[in-house]
């Protein structure tokens, strides 16, 4: 398998040599594939993969989901609710709170408007990539293809995506719990 530091210069080198007819669609929106157990590594190589691109005149900029969900809980007017009943919760009530959260996550679009915040943030920038990182703390909320349809038409930027979980054909798997999906729109490395 190849190091997600290929993977990105791969990408990066499609960026500088676009092609207009690619069965995935017109947005340059590439998942970087890696094993799951491989996430701290991964995380570990960003700053690599921001000097990789900086090389080739490209600007990286992240958005970390970790911190998208972090802030959304923390922030969130229930959380003491939350937290006061901690002690009282059975098995099937943290499964059914884990449900409403997702829902919640899903609902208000959480990821969606963080990311499309910051790609208003850097309208204007030339040569701008956005890092979606730390993607595995989505679960058991959600995972990231019906996060990317609703993004789809709204993209105006590359974007990389550090995906961990496995290429299988053309599908993804994501975290390699979740079965293969082959709804994805985007370029797949």
Known sequence: ????????KTMLDELDRPSTNHYAGDKQIYYLTFPPNDA??????????????EYTGWTVHVVSIAQV???FFRNNPD????????????????????????????????????????????RGLKKAILLITDLECLHPYSRFGPIEQQLYSDIRMPIAVL???????????????Y???????????
């Open 1 to 8: 398998m190849e190091s997600v530091e290929y993977k990105f």
């Open 40 to 53: 701290l590594v991964v995380k570990r190589k960003v700053e690599t993969l921001t000097k990789l691109a």
């Open 69 to 71: 969900i972090y802030d």
């Open 79 to 122: 959380r003491e609710i939350w937290l006061d009943q901690e002690q009282y919760y059975d098995a099937l009530t943290i499964v059914s709170l884990f449900e409403d959260l997702g829902a919640s996550v899903r609902n208000q679009r959480i990821v969606e408007n963080a990311i499309l915040a910051k790609q208003a943030e850097l």
């Open 163 to 177: 995906y961990p979980g496995q290429l299988t054909g053309s599908s993804l798997d994501f975290l390699s719990i």
């Open 179 to 189: 079965p293969p999906d082959g709804s994805y729109r985007s370029k797949h490395l």
